[in-house]
């Protein structure tokens, strides 16, 4: 299935009675134009009706780009633009939306005939948004040629793409968090105000339709793609039929429970009671689902596999879900990382889980036993997680995280695998993130987060800071890894 939207946005012209129209018409052709010559010409359309501050231009424009297949909308300012009439499309369009203006070309357009004040109509546009409590993307500098507006709306297709589809998602939860493991729960209520469903299961009817699959047909070449995926690193070639199984299972059970929602994302459990009773442990089949861009958190961590889908949708890219896990052993980091990578020892750590990082983002991969959990369980029951490195490069560590009081909250934070062999077990790999030692205390223990995060290959930081306060998330609850020359608000002076 497709699990990501792709992102259409209208771009409508917006003009002021008492400027020349044709300002913002050819403003509006030359960004359509420009945006088509760097980036990809499907990702925008150029809505032909110009609103001259007209309500039914405005509805016109709104009906437009709705048949145009839009998703999205961003207002181009070409001039100073009607406050009322283009703040109302805004309100009324469904999707999400951005604003953005033209700057004044050359010395003739600061004539009479040719100024456009599109500078002084953005503070206009913004307070009329705030009067109608419409949330917009507002680049950091909104003013530009028209290069530097196809810039703009470059950088607001990853926020769209993940805004829209947090609107229209599914998540999928199976069992209750597992005994002593608080960590995971938070109350689902600002899901809703996300606009995000939340179907809850119980681990007996997941467990009656993988029964219910026993004889599915499609088990084999299932199994058989697993086995061409895994190559050498099959070391459990035996339950191979088992997680095709399961797999099957999830797989039908998001076609049969999607409902009205487009896309899905799954919080699944893993133990304690799954592996005697499956008989093997998911985190194969869970990293299988997220390479596909369905990902599956580990542990019933519903807001992790929010936080994932988020990156999938922002990164276009594979996402995974790991613990903050180990510190960097000080042998390793002399031996490895001193002298060879700018960070301190507190610089770094380890993430880490069991098995749920696609193959695709590890160095080389086997499958193979639980070892945490063999040291209580036959090992028998403990197969089916993957195992090895994760690819060294530039990462993104963030979660989205609902408080117990229902506050939203999110951290942001960008670093790096580093090439450096973890010599340990499970998908893992050894983190750089500047800074990390101050951020993990005064972000990550002061404000009471869990310890998954999600993992996004790339630097995603600007888009996801501006998906989180897109949602609603206070930018004062937004937290980052601050430089050395900023203190956290708890930080004690006295060092």
Same mark, same amino acid.
């Given at each position: 299935?497709?699990?990501?939207?792709?992102?259409?946005?209208?771009?409508?012209?917006?003009?002021?009675?008492?400027?020349?129209?044709?300002?913002?018409?050819?403003?509006?052709?030359?960004?359509?134009?420009?945006?088509?010559?760097?980036?990809?010409?499907?990702?925008?359309?150029?809505?032909?009706?110009?609103?001259?501050?007209?309500?039914?231009?405005?509805?016109?424009?709104?009906?437009?780009?709705?048949?145009?297949?839009?998703?999205?909308?961003?207002?181009?300012?070409?001039?100073?633009?009607?406050?009322?009439?283009?703040?109302?499309?805004?309100?009324?369009?469904?999707?999400?939306?951005?604003?953005?203006?033209?700057?004044?070309?050359?010395?003739?357009?600061?004539?009479?005939?040719?100024?456009?004040?599109?500078?002084?109509?953005?503070?206009?546009?913004?307070?009329?948004?705030?009067?109608?409590?419409?949330?917009?993307?507002?680049?950091?500098?909104?003013?530009?040629?028209?290069?530097?507006?196809?810039?703009?709306?470059?950088?607001?297709?990853?926020?769209?793409? +993940?805004?829209?589809?947090?609107?229209? &998602?599914?998540?999928?939860?199976?069992? *209750?968090?597992? @005994? #002593?493991? $608080? %960590?995971?729960?938070?109350?689902?209520?600002?899901?809703?105000?996300?606009?995000?469903?939340?179907?809850?299961?119980?681990?007996?009817?997941?467990?009656?339709?993988?029964?219910?699959?026993?004889?599915?047909?499609?088990?084999?070449?299932? +199994?058989?793609?697993?086995?061409?995926? &895994?190559?050498?690193?099959?070391?459990? *070639?035996?339950? @191979? #039929?088992? $997680? %095709?199984?399961?797999?099957?299972?999830?797989?039908?059970?998001?076609?049969?429970?999607?409902?009205?929602?487009?896309?899905?994302?799954?919080?699944?459990?893993?133990?304690?009671?799954?592996?005697?009773?499956?008989?093997?442990?998911?985190?194969?089949?869970?990293?299988?689902?997220?390479?596909?861009?369905?990902?599956?958190?580990?542990?019933?961590?519903?807001?992790?596999?929010?936080?994932?889908?988020?990156?999938?949708?922002?990164?276009?890219?594979?996402?995974?879900?790991?613990?903050?896990?180990?510190?960097?052993?000080?042998?390793?980091?002399?031996?490895?990382?001193?002298?060879?990578?700018?960070?301190?020892?507190?610089?770094?750590?380890?993430?880490?889980?069991?098995?749920?990082?696609?193959?695709?983002?590890?160095?080389?991969?086997?499958?193979?036993?639980?070892?945490?959990?063999?040291?209580?369980?036959?090992?028998?029951?403990?197969?089916?997680?993957?195992?090895?490195?994760?690819?060294?490069?530039?990462?993104?560590?963030?979660?989205?995280?609902?408080?117990?009081?229902?506050?939203?909250?999110?951290?942001?934070?960008?670093?790096?695998?580093?090439?450096?062999?973890?010599?340990?077990?499970?998908?893992?790999?050894?983190?750089?993130?500047?800074?990390?030692?101050?951020?993990?205390?005064?972000?990550?223990?002061?404000?009471?987060?869990?310890?998954?995060?999600?993992?996004?290959?790339?630097?995603?930081?600007?888009?996801?800071?501006?998906?989180?306060?897109?949602?609603?998330?206070?930018?004062?609850?937004?937290?980052?890894?601050?430089?050395?020359?900023?203190?956290?608000?708890?930080?004690?002076?006295?060092?």
């Amino acid at each position: 299935m497709n699990n990501t939207p792709k992102v259409k946005i209208g771009i409508v012209g917006v003009s002021r009675d008492c400027f020349p129209a044709e300002l913002t018409i050819r403003r509006r052709k030359a960004l359509a134009d420009a945006y088509a010559k760097k980036y990809d010409a499907a990702d925008i359309y150029e809505c032909p009706v110009t609103i001259i501050e007209s309500e039914i231009h405005m509805q016109q424009a709104l009906e437009d780009i709705k048949k145009a297949g839009c998703n999205a909308l961003c207002v181009y300012l070409g001039n100073f633009g009607p406050e009322i009439s283009e703040t109302m499309l805004a309100q009324q369009f469904c999707g999400p939306k951005m604003f953005c203006a033209a700057a004044e070309e050359d010395y003739d357009s600061v004539t009479t005939s040719g100024r456009g004040d599109a500078y002084c109509g953005m503070l206009n546009a913004s307070y009329n948004l705030a009067l109608r409590n419409v949330k917009a993307y507002i680049p950091e500098y909104p003013v530009g040629d028209a290069e530097d507006c196809a810039d703009m709306i470059h950088d607001f297709v990853p926020i769209a793409r +993940a805004v829209y589809a947090l609107q229209n &998602l599914k998540i999928i939860s199976f069992g *209750p968090r597992p @005994l #002593n493991f $608080l %960590a995971c729960n938070a109350p689902i209520k600002q899901l809703y105000n996300l606009g995000v469903e939340i179907e809850e299961n119980s681990e007996l009817d997941l467990f009656e339709s993988f029964n219910n699959h026993a004889d599915d047909k499609r088990i084999a070449d299932v +199994a058989k793609e697993m086995a061409e995926e &895994l190559g050498a690193g099959n070391k459990k *070639p035996e339950v @191979l #039929n088992k $997680l %095709a199984q399961y797999e099957l299972t999830l797989v039908d059970w998001i076609e049969a429970h999607k409902g009205s929602k487009e896309f899905v994302a799954i919080a699944g459990k893993c133990w304690p009671a799954f592996q005697t009773q499956f008989g093997f442990v998911p985190c194969y089949v869970n990293s299988r689902l997220t390479g596909r861009g369905i990902p599956v958190s580990c542990e019933v961590d519903i807001y992790g596999c929010l936080s994932e889908y988020i990156g999938t949708c922002v990164s276009d890219d594979i996402v995974t879900l790991l613990d903050i896990n180990n510190s960097v052993p000080k042998c390793m980091y002399d031996d490895s990382i001193k002298g060879k990578f700018d960070y301190k020892h507190t610089d770094t750590f380890m993430g880490f889980h069991c098995g749920n990082t696609c193959s695709k983002k590890l160095t080389s991969c086997e499958m193979k036993n639980q070892a945490i959990m063999a040291r209580s369980l036959p090992v028998e029951v403990t197969n089916g997680t993957l195992e090895g490195d994760i690819v060294p490069g530039p990462v993104t560590f963030y979660r989205l995280q609902s408080t117990a009081d229902s506050i939203l909250r999110a951290y942001v934070a960008e670093g790096e695998v580093l090439p450096v062999a973890t010599r340990s077990f499970g998908g893992i790999g050894v983190f750089a993130i500047p800074e990390m030692g101050r951020f993990y205390r005064h972000v990550l223990i002061e404000k009471n987060y869990p310890h998954h995060g999600a993992v996004a290959f790339g630097h995603f930081g600007k888009a996801l800071f501006e998906v989180f306060k897109y949602i609603g998330v206070k930018v004062d609850e937004i937290g980052y890894n601050q430089p050395a020359s900023l203190p956290y608000p708890t930080e004690n002076p006295f060092k």
